[in-house]
């Protein structure tokens, strides 16, 4: 196996490990597991999923969707604000496999009625206060509405309430994760009981791989659509929802300049590879954790040593005096990406330790 | 046309116009022309450069120049420290085209002269003061032991000294980015004078399109390299490179929630569309400027609206309310990038304004 450019690497150990652990947990818990399969956007892992036991997914666009229902998965939600515009291939694709989508106005299940006539099941989407989509919590008037029209068509079924409590990830500690996640669960479990003797089977679905690995009560809540985990990444690491060793993918990057007189080295591989998704430490940016590979894997993290910047193709990593000595030039480094999910869908391809190609799905 | 999706909308009218502006303005000034070809990555691009006069390029990777080769181009400059892992197919390369590869150091030479049998063209490359690659501009005697090196391996020709002055990009002002360039310029004409005596040839390569764009004195530069011109974005217009007008490329997204309580909508259009390139503005963040298109293009940007914040497929845009009413669920609205460069990049096909496939190198 010869790397000389940027390459995604995988350890499907460390992937089968992480799917295992969350599938058990919410097993364990009798609490539906959804997981999110845009981090990974393949196949190819998705048959990870289903020797764990999973057969329901959720995606971000219909064209994954379309994807893992040409794959074989028969139960997919579409945690996206449904688009109108393409309304046809909704309809087609509802036809196929049980589709579940979101709305969070009437005027939108309105527009959805008007073009799909395949059974459909939908979720209506509740913002407990990350303010990015979905209909707030206590505009309950305004929910029972939305609800009322859903009833009015015959193709469609209301399912539940479904929330991405996404402000996790800009918490500081394990326990501001868990009580912020706490309180949106206690804001669905009040909208589930205003509503449950009319809608006995409403259940409450919510997402993010901060809660789902660091919280342990989710009572009240029926499915959980975590996907992070499944690759996890250096934001999650300094969340405190992974340890280093679970983290299931890297960047292997080749070293193509050494600065030692201002602790710098250029590597290739820059915004395109990684992503520009930054985390702040200390004051600092940092784009990313810094390994020497080895032979059985991603090896330890250099010392001190992290991705300060990135242009389109190059990477400059800070590195002290004595760790650089080691490398040269032409070594690979790798990276622990910031946010995994970005930077997999930015490279169309994965390879394995193993020296395995790993398809996905392509966007374009 | 029918546009469902986030769609990358390149107006060629305006690329053609900004082709032709640079390459005259290069020509009158009697400086050799070799635009960046990484901001647009494609042969049906490059064909309008080559309507201009155009008959050598720069790329950022061994991967791209390989494929502008099969295009015809017969001179390329890969403006990125060689990778030594990729020595094979660079002198293969190298057999066929002209190749200009960059070297900032003793070692880099000896690497490459191990594996590169073909005649091929180094730059030295300097740095400036932008601190990313290249060996400091007053490291003379360094630079002297580099000239050396590389007259000792016959295959090789020392054509000149290269800079990119990517620091131009965080100056405030058109007067600022002036500034920085002339002294940038006088750096490399003091080495220019230091060398002639010994190579009477050398030239001097400068990049980056806001000093292309705003300087008007290129006396002593020999050839010139900006890329993003070709499409500008709303970086370039904040810093004075160009006018709106003038930016050829935008993204369109379908609108798919309305929070006018908030004064923000959601677009179909994330940080894997545009890219999370962010501009600062006022102390806000701004990921792009927002019109609404019309039958003959991209329209007016929408006062007082931009794209606030990005996830992955997700974008939130502040709209004023008066604004914000002329707005429906299922419109298409148009992104300005912040940085063409990054969002022509994830977009793995362009659409003209009329309705042609616009076909692009894939990296993977």
Redesign the interface.
């Known amino acids: 196996m010869e ?3 940027p390459t995604l690497m995988v350890d499907l150990k460390k992937v089968e490990r992480n799917i295992n652990r969350m599938a058990d947990k919410f097993r364990e818990k009798n609490i539906a597991f959804r997981p999110h399969f ?1 981090t990974h956007q393949s196949n190819f892992i998705g048959e990870y999923f289903k020797k764990a036991g999973v057969d329901k997914c959720t995606v ?4 994954m969707a379309e994807y893992f229902a040409a794959n074989g998965w028969q139960d997919i939600c579409i945690a ?7 309304i046809n ?1 909704m309809n087609d694709l509802s036809k196929r496999v049980q589709l579940q989508i979101l709305v ?2 009437v ?2 299940v309105q ?1 959805l009625a008007a073009g799909i006539s395949a059974n459909t099941n939908l979720f209506i989407e509740i913002d407990t206060g990350y ?3 979905g209909i707030l919590y206590d505009a309950v008037a305004e929910i029972e509405k939305i609800m009322h029209t859903i009833e009015a068509f015959p193709q469609f079924k209301f399912v539940g309430f479904l929330s991405h409590t ?1 402000n996790t990830y800009t918490q500081q500690s394990p326990s501001e994760i868990s009580t912020l996640f706490n309180e949106s669960r206690q804001k669905l479990i009040d909208l589930k009981k205003r509503f449950l003797p009319r809608f006995p089977n409403l259940i409450l679905s919510m997402g993010d791989t901060p809660a789902a690995s660091i919280v342990n009560d989710y009572s009240g809540i029926d499915e959980m659509r975590p996907g992070n985990f499944v690759f996890y990444d250096s934001m999650q690491y300094f969340l405190g929802s992974c340890t280093l060793n679970e983290i299931a993918v890297v960047v292997y990057c ?1 070293v ?3 600065y030692p007189e ?1 602790n ?1 080295l ?1 590597i ?1 591989g820059g ?2 590879h990684l ?3 930054k985390l702040t430490r200390n004051g600092k940016a940092i784009y990313g954790l810094v390994s020497k590979p080895n032979s059985t894997g991603f090896g330890e993290l250099i010392p001190g040593s992290f991705v300060e ?1 990135l ?4 990477g ?1 990593i800070y590195m002290p005096e004595a760790e650089m000595k080691q490398i040269q ?2 070594d ?1 480094l790798a990276v622990y990406p910031v946010h995994s ?2 930077t997999v ?5 994965m390879l394995s330790l193993e020296g395995l190609q790993i398809p996905k799905y ?3």
């Open positions: 790397i000389s450019k845009k971000s666009s219909l064209g996206f604000p449904a688009n109108v515009l393409e291939r969070d106005s005027e939108k527009l303010f990015r989509s996404g080749p193509v300049a050494k201002r710098q250029v290739y915004g395109v992503s520009k998704e910047s242009s389109q193709e190059h400059i030039l032409g690979l999910c970005m869908d930015l490279n169309k391809q392509r966007t374009y």
